[in-house]
């Protein structure tokens, strides 16, 4: 008997493939959101308040991170 829900099964979701192009779907809003915020002009010396660059490589990770996960949950 586990009674402190130590095992993933009790408190986290499969990650399906629908749940899968979800997160792709964020993640490629996020690095285009941060490709356009990049590419903005700004006054000269004016730093963003957002690292963008950081944002748009966390994006591509995790776009790198679903691709390769598909083929594991591909529906057959």
Not at 30 to 48: E, I, M, N, T, Y
Not at 59 to 76: E, K, N, Q, S, T
């Amino acid at each position: 008997m586990d009674l402190f829900y130590t095992r993933a099964t009790h408190y986290l979701p499969r990650m399906t493939f629908e749940i899968t192009l979800k997160m792709m779907l964020v993640a490629l809003a996020f690095g285009l959101l941060s490709l356009w915020q990049v590419r903005r002009k700004r006054k000269p010396g004016a730093l963003p308040w957002v690292p963008w660059h950081g944002v748009m490589f966390l994006a591509l990770l995790a776009l790198v991170a679903g691709a390769a996960h598909l083929p594991a949950v591909w529906p057959a």
